[in-house]
């Protein structure tokens, strides 16, 4: 079809054109992949390979002086966001042109010079255990892949612009059938109800990525039109969010294996990117954000009912085992940054002025690109931009100059504080903490031979130990004056670990057997503290402190407050608080000292875990709990071995501040996690352990007018080898003005994780009733708001409980939240455990607060043959059990289960368990002969022992931080406080005063039509 007076050129077969009213141009569509260009098709062999220009002749490549300014323009990727306009003459480039942007004629006039050019944005991000292999585009033999896609030949055809559904898949809703005919989302015998609520101008949906559904663009024009309306061509069509899918929750019972979906796909508009590299947007095991379409007003989100907050750990750890890649590195000190707003330069600003300058997709306002950005340092030589890490990935660290800096990084410094008294020597506890520094020796940062190392042992007196340079005896300085410490030889007491390391190691090798006549029970907890801090306190470091009685002299002395009384009562929330100022006082002064503080805690009775806790809390440090600790049993001091060496061989990132930046319009209201808030958007952490989560409250202040918002969350910080970096996570989200798009990009995780924080802050410092209520109204607002807007019953009353189909698990993680040992209520929870709980759930990233929440449960007697090997001939990963709902009707009374938390693992053996499954896992003859309680498997030469140990095994190491689970052996029969803490874990079955699952959702029901 072809305007009057201008008459399309002869095609070569396979190619028609097409008269574009909006653009008064052709487009060009090769019939067989749907593929279109702007520009006429070069007939077979006529086509010219793309030439990347060279630096002009007789120049110099130098880009200082006048060398910068004799550069040819910058040739941009043909669908980046601000590309510079077509000269006369020059064919446009549309938004989603699928053909290779002509060759760039070097020249040698007085202009910049030319890059080369990069493809269409990867506006979509995989989540699925791993990346895309190149472009953003799925990998060959993908679900609906096109013979162009799957061939690999690098051609680029129009279908792989769009942002589908998502392939259908077993643990995926299913997509509705692609016919342009029916309304968007009614596709018989899905299983789902899909949502009537629908915008007119819906997109349909798709059934793959990066392919069209079966029939979108055939039928004509009509289908022409639905492809140029999703390109941006010739109507007001753009990307669309996720389709939304409504489940009744009342008619079946919980998929436990969606658990392992991953959240709700980012769809961003076209060209929101300017780079191809699919890791352009950020892991979510990074940062992810309780919604991936971001209301454009306050109004809309408050109306949602749905929290907004981002979750964050900047420092996970990087696991081959997963495959897992190093974090890119910025090393030529060019850092690029918004004049006005300071955000980092990132895959989603826009270049402009023949890209001389940049603009900040944060206030908009325009940057000149750093004379450097270009030039390869190392090499001497010009430099490609487009392959710059920090303009190709979300997650990169800089190296900062100078500027960046107060002082030279400190060196690592770890000064370990003892508990020597009575209890601490005959648990144990100091000979294996003692063994476990010394065989860690060698594992501590030490690369620069920086490192320093203090003890210092506390009883009712402060036993300081020094070493002279060159010295094997140690000295021990004996401090009673508990009310006004000093330091008896700074200097000898903090030693460098590599001009000291044998008298160090005679120091650690005696350690356990010099008190152990001692019969001292008392604690100067903080008097010691207080040394340890005027020790570090003029360089930083951390304070590794291991404490087996409560502090009972000096300052920070605390008395035992467990009431049994108060438990389960509206005053149980008065022992989760700080009993003393002086542990949140002293914090203070740690953090502004960049001193970090660890607590291990170590009791048979009461330790106030509430109390102590707080100087991890307010420093960046971390809390262990070991309750009834006795190291006579190998599991606990195997335990204490393996995460105290974990801890020290960590890199530990030190002084630094976390700061978030977002899109205009949106700001941080709201931080959880451990570390102390310098400013309203400042955080301090003296320390940055790898593997902490935190949460950050969000709000919407003023209308986004954006197409999509930005978050970046930056790290400043000194690394263990003298460096100072600069981490930045970005995470770009889409905007929306729908409320079924709201909904459908809901990510479940994120908003269970957000919603424990808030009920840890609110139990303290209110109720544990409070924080039980909030959860539930929580709920039913978003239940309520769901009903009235997006489903046919209105207003009006419904047997069903309906909510969209990415938050179908919402109810069962919040009802694991509200049965946790943190909030539960009961009167048989003491506080120190429920304390431990809470700060678990404030610190825990979400790899591993999923499980805490919601427990794994795996029938392991009659699994299926496969479980328990390696997948792949034993090269592969373990193959595990299938997953059990969480109910006590799935628990048979001659079987074999394990469940399991990522903090202990039970295995529940049946009454009537038969002997040989007894002998092959246990070596005990007979049920009667089994003992229960904590326990170390044996490995025996048996296929199931082998099986059985291997998944244990696998369940320990499988998740990031340095947590070590208890094994214990629970009978049906057993006893009966170790059987009710196994059932506990069972959260879809009633237990004490909680309800069951489906109970749960009867009564959410009837709050929802009983405020409708």
Sequence with gaps: MSAPGQPAPQLPPGWVSQWDQSAGRHVYIETATGRTSWQPPAAPGQQQQQQQPGPPPGRPTHPQGQARMSMPPMAGPPNMRGAPPPGPGQALSPEASASPPPAVAATTGSRRRAYPTAHLAANSVSYTGGFPDAGGLAPAGYPGATPAAAAGDGSYNQQQLFSPAGVPDAQSPPQPAANLGAPTGQAAGSGFQPSHYHSPSAAPAFAGNGAAAAGSFGGGVAGMTNQFQSMGVGGTGGVKGNPLYTVNLSATQPNVNDLLRPPPEIKLPPNACISTNPKANADPSYQRCTLNAIPTTSSLLSKSKLPLGLILSPYRSVREEDGDEPVPVVTDAVIARCRRCRTYINPYVQFIEGGNRWKCCMCNISNEVPQLFDWDQEKNQPADRWARPELNHSVVEFIAPREYMVRPPQPPIYTFLIDVSHAAISSGMVATAARTILESLDRLPNEDSRTKVAIIGIDVSLHFFCLAPGSTEPEMLVVSDLDDVFLPKPNDILINLSECREGLEALLGRLGDMFKDTTVSGSALGAGLQAAYKLISPIGGKIITLSASLPSVGPGALKVREDPKLLGTSKESTLLGAASTFYKTFPIDCSRSQVSVDMFLFSAAYTDVATLSCLPRYTGGQTYFYPGFHAARSEDAGKLAHELSEVLASPISYEAVLRLRATKGLRATGFHGNFFVRSTDLLALPAVPLDQGYAIECEIEETINAPFVVFQSVVLHSTSYGERRIRVVNLALPTTSSMSEVYSGADQTAIVTLLANKAVERSIHARLEDARDALTNKLVDIFSTYKATMTSAGSGASPQLSIASNMALLPLLTLGLLKHVGIRSSSQIPSDLRAYAQALLT???????????????????????????????????????????????????????????????????????????????????????????????????????????????????????????????????????????????????????????MQFLGTLRDKVNGGS
């Design 843 to 997: 610190t825990l990233p979400v790899q591993l607060l999923l499980p805490y929440l919601h427990p794994n449960f795996h029938c392991l007697h009659n699994m299926p043959p496969d479980a328990g090997t390696k997948a792949d001939g034993g090269e592969g990963a373990l193959i595990m059990p299938p997953k059990l709902n969480l109910t006590a009707e799935r628990l048979e009374r001659h079987g074999l289960y394990l469940i399991e938390d990522g903090q202990n693992i039970f295995l529940w053996v049946g009454r009537d368990a038969v002997p040989q499954l007894c002998l092959d896992v246990f070596d005990a003859p007979n049920y009667a002969a089994l003992r229960g309680g904590k326990t170390t498997l044996p490995r025996l030469d048996n296929s199931m022992s082998q099986r059985v140990s291997a998944i244990v095994e696998r369940v320990r190491t499988m998740r990031r931080g340095p947590y070590k689970p208890h094994v214990y052996i629970v009978k049906e029969d057993g006893e009966p406080s170790l059987r009710l803490w196994a059932l506990s874990m069972l959260i879809e079955d009633r237990f004490e005063q909680t309800p069951s699952y």
